[in-house]
T-cell receptor, first 114, second 114 residues
Framework: AQSVTQLDSHVSVSEGTPVLLRCNYS??????LFWYVQHPNKGLQLLLK??????LVKGINGFEAEFKKSETSFHLTKPSAHMSDAAEYFC????????????FGTGTSLTVIP | DGGITQSPKYLFRKEGQNVTLSCEQN?????MYWYRQDPGQGLRLIYY???????QKGDIAEGYSVSREKKESFPLTVTSAQKNPTAFYLC?????????????FGDGTRLSIL
């Protein structure tokens, strides 16, 4: 069975400090992994994706994530939080050979304190 | 610009009424999806379609119906059988089984009960 666990439902950071949003997955094979951001009353916007190339993936708005197979993790980081980063973040897994199935984490709400 | 268009942005339903949410994409994607999002929760899959004239139930299909007569369009009908329809509805598309491509999302439709 496939599953995605976002370890924190809420994260609060001060502006200018690092951001860490944690994601663990279970998959029989190396999946494709994605991080999305959602601002209020908006759709999901792709931040970055891992598709079995480099394990450190750089995305938009200064975000990056590292795929660690041994830990089945794909944590999202940013060196310095900006007020505009306050949003909901979703980790998504797409296992191989399962058609078009995508599995979503329950989301992490990021608050940035001025 | 290519993308996914959902309409209307806000929709109100009366008791016993069916309503239809529109989703159109010009990305030439094979697969399309409908998700429901409740406050503070992640996304739950209602229906998905991998090709024209074919669709499958997701995790919460009861009270909903879809059609896929054209590649670009995947409308969702919320029927009167859906007793708790108030939610944010998101439509997405993906390239299908080719490669490890992500989903692209529309900006959502917020449905409320009158």
């Amino acid at each position: 069975a496939q599953s995605v666990t976002q370890l924190d439902s809420h994260v609060s950071v001060s502006e200018g400090t690092p951001v860490l949003l944690r994601c663990n997955y279970s998959s029989s094979y190396s999946p494709s992994l994605f991080w999305y951001v959602q601002h209020p009353n908006k759709g999901l916007q792709l931040l970055l994706k891992y598709t079995s190339a480099a394990t450190l993936v750089k995305g938009i708005n200064g975000f990056e994530a590292e795929f660690k197979k041994s830990e089945t993790s794909f944590h999202l980081t940013k060196p310095s939080a900006h007020m505009s980063d306050a949003a909901e973040y979703f980790c998504v897994v797409r296992p191989p050979n399962t058609g078009n199935q995508f599995y979503f984490g329950t989301g992490t709400s990021l608050t940035v304190i001025p | 610009d290519g993308g996914i268009t959902q309409s209307p942005k806000y929709l109100f339903r009366k008791e016993g009424q069916n309503v239809t949410l529109s989703c159109e994409q010009n990305l030439n994607h094979d697969a399309m999806y409908w998700y429901r999002q409740d406050p503070g929760q992640g996304l739950r899959l209602i229906y998905y379609s991998q090709i024209v004239n074919d669709f499958q139930k997701g995790d919460i299909a009861e009270g909903y119906s879809v059609s896929r007569e054209k590649k670009e369009s995947f409308p969702l009908t919320v029927t009167s059988a859906q007793k708790n329809p108030t939610a944010f509805y998101l439509c997405a598309s993906s390239m299908g089984q080719r490669g490890n491509q992500p989903q692209h999302f529309g900006d959502g439709t917020r449905l409320s009960i009158l």
